[in-house]
């Protein structure tokens, strides 16, 4: 990400565009994504199956 602050640099530009970066940027969540997909397939033996076919 750039931050692009005009001459002469302040202390308050600074600031204003660290809060500007902050407001912007959240973390987001995956927990409504959990769970939702139902094969029935074992995460392990999937993961097994899958590597044993690049070879």
């Not at 600074?14 to 912007?24: F, G, M, T, Y």
């Not at 139902?38 to 199956?49: A, E, M, V, W």
């Given at each position: 990400?750039?931050?692009?602050?005009?001459?002469?640099?302040?202390?308050?530009?600074?600031?204003?565009?660290?809060?500007?970066?902050?407001?912007?940027?959240?973390?987001?969540?995956?927990?409504?994504?959990?769970?939702?997909?139902?094969?029935?397939?074992?995460g392990?033996?999937?993961?097994?199956?899958?590597?044993?076919?690049?070879?």
């Amino acid at each position: 990400m750039i931050i692009e602050i005009k001459k002469p640099v302040t202390k308050e530009k600074v600031r204003d565009a660290l809060a500007l970066v902050s407001k912007e940027h959240r973390k987001k969540s995956l927990r409504k994504h959990f769970g939702k997909l139902k094969r029935g397939l074992n995460g392990t033996s999937y993961q097994k199956k899958i590597r044993d076919e690049w070879n």
